[in-house]
């Protein structure tokens, strides 16, 4: 069997990612896993400069996309205005200038949002309540006991992080039955355990999965996975994704416990 994800690590306060690929093999009548670890931390902070250039570009585009027709529609109802001629397409003008700057202004709430990520505000908080309120939010599967312990985690922030990986789990076309959540206690861990049943990634999205503005939808913004990752390093924890077996996408959340 072979399995393979992206592993990021946390080490005196800077993060180092790996790309981990296990194969497993006979030899002598005896099985062998053989792990290898691809050191990916230089490449990820050339990438991520581009993609902050590339970010940039995006956002500048997409004002230069509103605020060009807003400007014309703008200059249209002054005249209109001046010539007190054609009053009744005022409405009309004032109406779809509100909804470009709302599109507008949504869109770049959703990006000021990662770019201000604010430090968590961690309480002590059992992890069952948590997971219950989780539940109301998303519908998650879940298998097995919910370990009867304590997180110090900041509730907000690690709520949008399981909303998001439902999310994305939903929009990879699973099942939402197959949208499971599980737990491994360790001893000074606890490990929240998503899966899906969706198509998984190729080798190549998981290596830049958790990259800022790195989509593998159309019409992403590229944050969700890269936010999720970003909460869960100020947590002190680690967040890995792997392919499964049969299909589908599994993301091991590691807590400090």
Excluded at 18 to 44: A, M
Excluded at 128 to 136: A, E, Y
Excluded at 149 to 159: R, S, T
Aim: net charge negative.
């Amino acid at each position: 069997s072979m399995q393979n994800g992206l592993v990021n690590l946390s080490l005196d306060n800077e993060r180092i990612s790996y790309y981990v690929h296990c194969q497993s093999f006979d030899l002598n009548s005896r099985e062998h896993n053989l792990y290898l670890f691809k050191n990916l931390t230089t490449e990820i902070s050339r990438q991520e400069i581009d993609l902050w250039k590339n970010a940039i570009r995006l956002i500048s585009h997409e004002l230069n996309n509103s605020l060009a027709p807003i400007t014309s529609m703008a200059n249209s109802a002054q005249k209109i205005l001046h010539s007190n001629k054609n009053l009744n397409m005022l409405p009309d003008l004032i109406e779809t200038i509100q909804v470009r700057t709302d599109r507008l202004k949504s869109f770049l709430v959703e990006y000021a949002d990662f770019a201000r990520l604010p430090a968590p505000k961690k309480e002590a908080i059992s992890l069952s309540k948590f997971i219950k309120n989780v539940i109301h939010l998303c519908p998650f599967q879940v298998k097995g006991e919910v370990p009867q312990m304590d997180l110090d985690i900041d509730p907000a922030q690690m709520e949008q992080v399981l909303i998001n990986l439902y999310k994305n789990a939903l929009e990879s076309g699973s099942d939402e039955a197959q949208i499971t959540m599980s737990f491994e206690s360790r001893t000074h861990s606890m490990i929240i355990i998503v899966m899906d049943r969706g198509p998984g990634m190729t080798e190549h999205q998981l290596q830049k999965a958790l990259l800022p503005f790195f989509s593998t939808k159309q019409t992403g913004s590229g944050l969700g996975l890269s936010l999720c990752n970003e909460i869960v390093t100020a947590h002190n924890g680690t967040l890995r994704l792997q392919n499964r077996t049969d299909s589908g996408l599994e993301i091991r959340l590691t807590l400090p416990a």
